[in-house]
Protein backbone atom coordinates (compact mmCIF):
# COMPACT_ATOMS: atom_id res chain seq x y z
CA UNK A 1 0.00 0.00 0.00
CA UNK A 2 0.84 3.19 -0.69
CA UNK A 3 2.10 6.08 1.34
CA UNK A 4 0.11 9.37 0.41
CA UNK A 5 1.91 12.40 -0.66
CA UNK A 6 -0.16 15.09 1.03
CA UNK A 7 0.10 18.17 -1.15
CA UNK A 8 -2.43 20.61 0.77
CA UNK A 9 -0.53 19.69 4.40
CA UNK A 10 3.14 20.12 2.66
CA UNK A 11 1.99 23.29 0.54
CA UNK A 12 0.50 24.49 3.89
CA UNK A 13 4.11 24.03 5.86
CA UNK A 14 5.62 25.86 2.69
CA UNK A 15 2.89 29.25 2.53
CA UNK A 16 3.80 29.59 6.37
CA UNK A 17 7.49 29.72 5.58
CA UNK A 18 6.67 32.10 2.87
CA UNK A 19 5.00 34.22 5.01
CA UNK A 20 7.46 33.92 7.94
CA UNK A 21 10.34 34.80 6.08
CA UNK A 22 8.19 37.87 3.94
CA UNK A 23 7.13 39.02 7.21
CA UNK A 24 11.24 39.30 8.33
CA UNK A 25 12.05 40.54 5.28
CA UNK A 26 9.31 43.56 5.81
CA UNK A 27 10.56 44.25 9.07
CA UNK A 28 14.68 44.36 8.11
CA UNK A 29 14.20 46.37 4.65
CA UNK A 30 10.41 47.43 4.11
CA UNK A 31 9.74 45.60 1.28
CA UNK A 32 5.82 44.21 0.69
CA UNK A 33 6.61 41.44 -2.03
CA UNK A 34 3.97 42.50 -4.69
CA UNK A 35 2.52 39.71 -7.09
CA UNK A 36 0.43 41.16 -10.46
CA UNK A 37 -1.54 38.57 -12.03
CA UNK A 38 -3.14 39.54 -15.26
CA UNK A 39 -6.59 37.50 -16.91
CA UNK A 40 -7.78 38.47 -20.28
CA UNK A 41 -11.08 37.15 -20.95
CA UNK A 42 -13.66 35.04 -18.80
CA UNK A 43 -12.47 31.47 -18.78
CA UNK A 44 -14.21 30.06 -16.06
CA UNK A 45 -11.48 27.71 -14.87
CA UNK A 46 -8.63 30.69 -15.33
CA UNK A 47 -10.98 32.71 -13.10
CA UNK A 48 -11.05 30.27 -10.11
CA UNK A 49 -7.15 29.97 -10.36
CA UNK A 50 -6.47 33.87 -10.19
CA UNK A 51 -8.96 34.07 -6.92
CA UNK A 52 -6.60 31.94 -5.28
CA UNK A 53 -3.45 32.99 -6.33
CA UNK A 54 -4.86 36.53 -4.71
CA UNK A 55 -6.17 34.92 -1.67
CA UNK A 56 -2.73 33.03 -1.08
CA UNK A 57 -1.07 36.79 -1.88
CA UNK A 58 -3.13 37.50 1.01
CA UNK A 59 -2.43 35.22 3.00
CA UNK A 60 0.73 35.51 2.69
CA UNK A 61 1.19 38.98 3.71
CA UNK A 62 1.64 40.26 0.09
CA UNK A 63 0.65 42.75 -1.90
CA UNK A 64 -1.42 41.47 -4.77
CA UNK A 65 -3.11 42.76 -7.90
CA UNK A 66 -5.27 41.87 -10.32
CA UNK A 67 -6.05 43.24 -13.98
CA UNK A 68 -9.36 41.34 -15.11
CA UNK A 69 -9.50 42.53 -18.71
CA UNK A 70 -12.16 41.91 -21.47
CA UNK A 71 -11.89 38.76 -23.74
CA UNK A 72 -11.35 41.92 -26.60
CA UNK A 73 -7.97 43.55 -25.59
CA UNK A 74 -5.72 44.29 -27.69
CA UNK A 75 -2.36 42.44 -28.08
CA UNK A 76 -0.98 45.96 -27.96
CA UNK A 77 -3.10 47.29 -24.88
CA UNK A 78 -1.79 44.05 -22.99
CA UNK A 79 1.98 44.53 -23.74
CA UNK A 80 1.84 48.23 -22.50
CA UNK A 81 0.20 47.04 -19.39
CA UNK A 82 2.94 44.82 -19.00
CA UNK A 83 5.55 47.16 -20.38
CA UNK A 84 3.97 49.40 -16.84
CA UNK A 85 4.32 46.54 -14.39
CA UNK A 86 7.94 46.14 -15.41
CA UNK A 87 8.66 49.41 -14.64
CA UNK A 88 6.33 49.31 -11.11
CA UNK A 89 8.82 49.03 -8.42
CA UNK A 90 5.87 47.63 -5.90
CA UNK A 91 5.28 44.48 -8.07
CA UNK A 92 8.08 41.98 -8.22
CA UNK A 93 6.19 38.70 -9.80
CA UNK A 94 4.17 39.06 -12.98
CA UNK A 95 1.97 36.37 -13.90
CA UNK A 96 -0.33 36.24 -16.82
CA UNK A 97 -2.95 33.30 -16.75
CA UNK A 98 -3.19 31.04 -19.46
CA UNK A 99 -4.39 30.24 -21.93
CA UNK A 100 -4.68 33.58 -23.71
CA UNK A 101 -7.47 34.65 -26.35
CA UNK A 102 -6.83 33.18 -29.98
CA UNK A 103 -5.87 36.77 -31.51
CA UNK A 104 -3.01 37.68 -28.57
CA UNK A 105 0.23 35.56 -28.77
CA UNK A 106 1.40 34.01 -25.85
CA UNK A 107 4.67 34.13 -26.91
CA UNK A 108 5.85 37.90 -27.38
CA UNK A 109 3.43 38.84 -23.94
CA UNK A 110 5.57 35.78 -22.35
CA UNK A 111 8.65 37.32 -23.97
CA UNK A 112 7.68 40.96 -22.75
CA UNK A 113 7.91 40.55 -19.36
CA UNK A 114 11.06 41.24 -17.28
CA UNK A 115 13.08 37.61 -17.04
CA UNK A 116 13.74 39.35 -12.99
CA UNK A 117 9.65 39.19 -12.83
CA UNK A 118 8.88 35.71 -14.25
CA UNK A 119 7.47 34.10 -11.40
CA UNK A 120 6.03 31.72 -13.71
CA UNK A 121 9.35 30.63 -15.22
CA UNK A 122 7.52 30.51 -18.95
CA UNK A 123 10.08 33.44 -20.20
CA UNK A 124 12.60 32.51 -22.68
CA UNK A 125 15.61 33.44 -20.27
CA UNK A 126 14.32 31.11 -17.43
CA UNK A 127 13.62 28.54 -19.82
CA UNK A 128 16.93 28.45 -21.37
CA UNK A 129 18.34 28.94 -17.61
CA UNK A 130 16.26 25.79 -16.90
CA UNK A 131 17.85 24.23 -19.70
CA UNK A 132 21.39 24.86 -18.99
CA UNK A 133 21.07 24.11 -15.03
CA UNK A 134 21.12 27.48 -14.13
CA UNK A 135 17.59 29.23 -13.77
CA UNK A 136 16.44 32.37 -12.10
CA UNK A 137 12.95 31.01 -11.82
CA UNK A 138 11.34 27.09 -11.74
CA UNK A 139 7.63 27.07 -13.09
CA UNK A 140 5.46 26.16 -9.96
CA UNK A 141 4.14 22.94 -11.21
CA UNK A 142 7.55 20.69 -11.46
CA UNK A 143 9.40 23.48 -8.68
CA UNK A 144 6.34 21.84 -6.53
CA UNK A 145 6.50 18.41 -7.95
CA UNK A 146 10.46 18.36 -7.06
CA UNK A 147 9.78 18.88 -3.64
CA UNK A 148 7.00 16.00 -3.27
CA UNK A 149 9.71 13.79 -4.30
CA UNK A 150 12.23 15.07 -1.82
CA UNK A 151 9.93 14.39 0.91
CA UNK A 152 10.17 11.27 -0.07
CA UNK A 153 13.50 10.87 0.49
CA UNK A 154 14.13 8.96 -2.95
CA UNK A 155 17.81 9.00 -3.85
CA UNK A 156 17.03 10.18 -8.17
CA UNK A 157 20.39 9.71 -8.66
CA UNK A 158 20.64 6.66 -11.42
CA UNK A 159 17.07 6.09 -11.00
CA UNK A 160 14.51 5.60 -14.15
CA UNK A 161 12.39 8.48 -14.13
CA UNK A 162 9.13 8.68 -16.72
CA UNK A 163 7.60 11.49 -17.73
CA UNK A 164 4.31 10.73 -19.40
CA UNK A 165 3.28 14.61 -21.42
CA UNK A 166 5.63 16.88 -23.29
CA UNK A 167 3.83 20.51 -22.16
CA UNK A 168 6.02 23.60 -21.76
CA UNK A 169 4.48 24.20 -18.71
CA UNK A 170 4.64 20.52 -16.74
CA UNK A 171 5.94 17.63 -19.11
CA UNK A 172 9.55 19.50 -20.03
CA UNK A 173 10.31 21.54 -17.40
CA UNK A 174 10.03 18.23 -14.62
CA UNK A 175 12.35 16.01 -17.04
CA UNK A 176 14.97 19.28 -17.00
CA UNK A 177 14.30 19.13 -13.43
CA UNK A 178 14.43 15.48 -12.76
CA UNK A 179 17.74 15.01 -15.55
CA UNK A 180 19.74 17.94 -13.09
CA UNK A 181 19.08 15.01 -10.10
CA UNK A 182 20.93 12.66 -12.24
CA UNK A 183 17.68 10.75 -12.91
CA UNK A 184 17.97 8.86 -16.72
CA UNK A 185 14.72 10.33 -18.03
CA UNK A 186 12.52 9.41 -20.68
CA UNK A 187 9.35 11.88 -22.05
CA UNK A 188 6.44 9.98 -23.52
CA UNK A 189 3.95 11.61 -25.47
CA UNK A 190 0.92 10.69 -27.64
CA UNK A 191 2.85 9.26 -30.38
CA UNK A 192 4.94 6.98 -27.72
CA UNK A 193 5.11 2.96 -28.75
CA UNK A 194 4.27 0.53 -25.91
CA UNK A 195 3.15 3.05 -23.16
CA UNK A 196 2.94 0.82 -20.82
CA UNK A 197 6.22 -0.99 -21.60
CA UNK A 198 7.66 2.33 -20.58
CA UNK A 199 6.54 3.49 -17.89
CA UNK A 200 6.81 0.10 -16.09
CA UNK A 201 10.37 1.14 -15.92
CA UNK A 202 9.93 3.59 -14.01
CA UNK A 203 11.18 4.11 -9.87
CA UNK A 204 9.57 7.49 -10.38
CA UNK A 205 6.61 8.28 -12.52
CA UNK A 206 5.16 11.46 -13.71
CA UNK A 207 1.68 11.32 -15.52
CA UNK A 208 0.52 15.31 -16.97
CA UNK A 209 -1.32 14.54 -19.62
CA UNK A 210 -4.90 15.44 -18.64
CA UNK A 211 -6.93 12.00 -19.84
CA UNK A 212 -8.31 10.78 -16.38
CA UNK A 213 -7.49 7.20 -14.98
CA UNK A 214 -5.03 6.33 -17.82
CA UNK A 215 -2.69 4.98 -16.12
CA UNK A 216 -3.43 1.92 -14.90
CA UNK A 217 -1.99 -0.36 -12.48
CA UNK A 218 -0.16 -2.90 -14.99
CA UNK A 219 1.26 0.57 -16.11
CA UNK A 220 3.56 0.49 -12.76
CA UNK A 221 6.38 -0.73 -11.38
CA UNK A 222 6.32 -2.32 -7.37
CA UNK A 223 7.72 0.59 -5.22
CA UNK A 224 7.50 3.87 -8.01
CA UNK A 225 6.92 6.99 -6.88
CA UNK A 226 3.78 8.05 -8.53
CA UNK A 227 2.99 11.71 -9.20
CA UNK A 228 -0.03 12.51 -10.82
CA UNK A 229 -0.37 16.25 -12.23
CA UNK A 230 -3.70 15.32 -14.38
CA UNK A 231 -6.76 17.97 -13.58
CA UNK A 232 -9.71 16.10 -15.14
CA UNK A 233 -13.48 16.66 -14.14
CA UNK A 234 -15.49 14.18 -14.86
CA UNK A 235 -19.13 13.89 -15.86
CA UNK A 236 -20.18 13.56 -12.61
CA UNK A 237 -18.69 16.97 -11.75
CA UNK A 238 -15.82 15.02 -9.66
CA UNK A 239 -12.07 15.63 -10.25
CA UNK A 240 -10.34 12.79 -11.08
CA UNK A 241 -6.49 12.22 -11.60
CA UNK A 242 -4.47 10.58 -14.32
CA UNK A 243 -3.67 7.84 -12.73
CA UNK A 244 -6.10 5.26 -11.59
CA UNK A 245 -5.24 6.14 -7.78
CA UNK A 246 -7.12 2.61 -6.03
CA UNK A 247 -5.28 0.02 -8.25
CA UNK A 248 -2.22 2.38 -8.72
CA UNK A 249 -1.79 2.50 -4.64
CA UNK A 250 -1.62 -1.23 -4.40
CA UNK A 251 1.98 -0.84 -6.30
CA UNK A 252 3.24 2.88 -5.99
CA UNK A 253 5.49 3.37 -2.28
CA UNK A 254 4.29 6.86 -2.76
CA UNK A 255 1.19 8.75 -4.64
CA UNK A 256 -0.03 11.65 -4.92
CA UNK A 257 -3.51 12.39 -5.36
CA UNK A 258 -6.21 14.47 -6.81
CA UNK A 259 -7.36 16.70 -6.02
CA UNK A 260 -5.11 17.65 -3.26
CA UNK A 261 -1.82 16.53 -4.47
CA UNK A 262 0.79 18.22 -7.05
CA UNK A 263 -2.15 21.48 -7.16
CA UNK A 264 -1.66 23.02 -3.84
CA UNK A 265 1.87 22.94 -4.47
CA UNK A 266 1.58 24.95 -7.56
CA UNK A 267 0.37 27.82 -5.59
CA UNK A 268 2.51 27.44 -2.67
CA UNK A 269 5.47 27.65 -4.63
CA UNK A 270 4.17 30.98 -6.98
CA UNK A 271 4.15 32.23 -3.10
CA UNK A 272 7.83 30.73 -2.90
CA UNK A 273 8.81 32.57 -6.86
CA UNK A 274 7.36 35.68 -5.49
CA UNK A 275 9.38 36.08 -2.54
CA UNK A 276 12.42 34.79 -3.89
CA UNK A 277 12.15 37.62 -6.87
CA UNK A 278 11.57 40.33 -3.99
CA UNK A 279 14.78 38.82 -2.05
CA UNK A 280 16.63 39.00 -5.55
CA UNK A 281 15.89 42.55 -5.85
CA UNK A 282 17.52 43.79 -2.25
CA UNK A 283 20.57 41.05 -3.37
P1 LIG B 1 -1.09 19.53 -22.44
O1 LIG B 1 -2.44 19.24 -23.05
O2 LIG B 1 -0.37 20.75 -22.84
O3 LIG B 1 -0.14 18.29 -22.70
C1 LIG B 1 -0.61 16.98 -22.58
C2 LIG B 1 0.50 16.04 -22.98
O4 LIG B 1 0.00 14.71 -22.87
C3 LIG B 1 0.98 16.21 -24.41
O5 LIG B 1 2.38 16.20 -24.46
C4 LIG B 1 0.39 15.01 -25.13
O6 LIG B 1 1.21 14.52 -26.18
C5 LIG B 1 0.34 13.99 -24.03
N1 LIG B 1 -0.65 12.95 -24.32
C6 LIG B 1 -1.92 13.11 -24.72
N2 LIG B 1 -2.51 11.91 -24.89
C7 LIG B 1 -1.59 10.98 -24.60
C8 LIG B 1 -1.59 9.57 -24.60
N3 LIG B 1 -2.65 8.86 -24.92
N4 LIG B 1 -0.45 8.94 -24.25
C9 LIG B 1 0.66 9.62 -23.89
N5 LIG B 1 0.71 10.98 -23.86
C10 LIG B 1 -0.40 11.64 -24.22
O7 LIG B 1 -1.36 19.47 -20.89
P2 LIG B 1 -0.57 20.15 -19.64
O8 LIG B 1 0.81 19.67 -19.54
O9 LIG B 1 -0.84 21.60 -19.64
O10 LIG B 1 -1.44 19.53 -18.46
C11 LIG B 1 -1.51 18.13 -18.24
C12 LIG B 1 -2.51 17.86 -17.13
O11 LIG B 1 -2.01 18.46 -15.93
C13 LIG B 1 -3.88 18.48 -17.35
O12 LIG B 1 -4.85 17.64 -16.76
C14 LIG B 1 -3.83 19.78 -16.57
O13 LIG B 1 -5.10 20.21 -16.13
C15 LIG B 1 -2.96 19.38 -15.41
N6 LIG B 1 -2.22 20.49 -14.80
C16 LIG B 1 -2.27 20.56 -13.43
C17 LIG B 1 -1.57 21.54 -12.78
C18 LIG B 1 -1.64 21.57 -11.30
O14 LIG B 1 -1.22 22.54 -10.70
N7 LIG B 1 -2.10 20.51 -10.66
C19 LIG B 1 -0.80 22.56 -13.50
C20 LIG B 1 -0.76 22.35 -14.93
C21 LIG B 1 -1.47 21.34 -15.53
P3 LIG B 1 1.50 15.36 -27.54
O15 LIG B 1 2.51 16.41 -27.14
O16 LIG B 1 2.03 14.35 -28.47
O17 LIG B 1 0.18 15.95 -27.95
Same mark, same amino acid.
Not at 64 to 70: A, G
Not at 182 to 196: D, E, F, M, Q, Y
Given at each position: ?????????????????????????????????? =?????????????????????????????????????????????????? +????? +???????????????????????????????????????? =?? *?????????????????????????????????????????????????????????? *??????????????????????????????????????????????????????????????????????????????????????????????
Amino acid at each position: MSIILDGAKIAGEIRQSVRDEAADFKNKKGIVPG =LAVVLVGEDPASQVYVGRKAKACAEAGFLSREYRLPAATLEGELLRLIDD +LNKDI +LIHGILVQLPLPAHISTHKIIAAIDPMKDVDGFHPYNVGG =LV *SGSPVFIPCTPRGIMELISRTGIELAGKEAVVVGRSNIVGKPIALLLLERHATVTICH *SRTKNLPQVTARADVLVAAVGRPHMITGGMVKKGAVVIDVGVNRLESGKLAGDVAFEEVCAKASYITPVPGGVGPMTIAMLMRNTLDAALQMVS
